[in-house]
Structure formats: C-alpha cells, structure tokens
C-alpha cells in the first residue's frame, strides 16, 4: 500500500514528499481500523490503496478552502477516518454491500458517520464561539514570534535542540515570559 501510494505521488506531482508519504501510510492505517476484523486481506488491501488516494485529494481540499492543517490530520484522520466507517458497509465479508449486496450495514455505517460529522461541527463551533467569547481564539504578535509552547505553557518545546544550534540565544526569554530562572546547563553532561 505504501508503495503503491509512493508511485501515486510521484505521478501526480513528479517529487516525492517525504511528510505526504507518511500521511498516506497513516491514512491506511485509519482507513483500515474500524473494518480489520471484519473484511478480508484483499478488501483490506484496497481499502488502504483508496485511502492514499483519497489523503492527497483531502490534504489539497483542505488547503483550497484555507482550513488550517499544518500536519494534514483532517485529510489523513477525517477523511479517512469516514471512509474506513464507510468501508466497513462496503467490504464486510458477510454483511458488505460490495461483498454480498446487503445494503443495510452501508446505510448504518453511513448514518453513524453523517451522525459524528454533523455533532463534531456543531459541538466543533459551539466551542469555539465560547472560546472566541471568554478568552479568545487569536494569538498575539508577540506569542506567535515568541513561539505559542512559551506563551501558553511557559515552557519552549524544543529547547534541547538550542544547544546544538547556532541560534542566537535571545529568540525568547523563558525568564522574563515565566519569571522562572533556569540555572546554566552543564556542558559536560549535555552531550553524555
């Protein structure tokens, strides 16, 4: 499957992207779970080549609308995540309507997945209206060069990674942010 949506990718855009290929091997993985136990190998192995398709025309739907997803998670989980509900009513080895013609297990999986959109995106806005109300949704100028791990968590996410880099050491200032003072790291036992 990984292969498979490897020489997709390489069709389609002539370069492979090395964080693309990776979405599309999660993709299999997320199309796949709600159905494992119940279609056989070869359905399994369709459901994860459609899913590679599927995470790259999702990832390039979400861009067009301007959704922000940095990481391709509504492609690779919300895209494929329905699909592999779907697929469940599609390819069942004894209920499927691809498989045996049975209808009633697609019309379940698909009213369950129609349930879930709808309730996210309800309880998705609902959340962010409250949000938007009390404490805001938008991050200040300020927080967003500083780095968002410093402004809503006092702590930098990456802050091993400043000892190996040749970055200035003023990028943010933990102590001033948190009013914490952090003793000086002991540069023999940083590199152990």
Known sequence: MRNTFFVFELKKYGKADPSMVMNGVLSGLVA????????????????GLVSGVIVVYATLLVDALKIDDPVGAVA??????????????????????LTTGHASLFITQLLGALTVIVWGFVSGALIANVC???????????EEEEGLDMAYHGIPAYNELERFADLPGGLYDFEETTGIRVAPLNKKNAVG
């Open 76 to 97: 690779v989980h919300g895209f494929n995540g329905v699909f592999g509900t779907l697929a469940v009513g599609l390819f069942d080895s004894t209920q499927g309507l």
């Open 32 to 47: 796949i779970t709600a159905g494992c136990a119940f279609v056989s190998q070869w359905s399994a192995v369709l459901i």
């Open 132 to 142: 938007d109300s009390t404490v805001g949704l938008r991050a200040t100028e300020r």
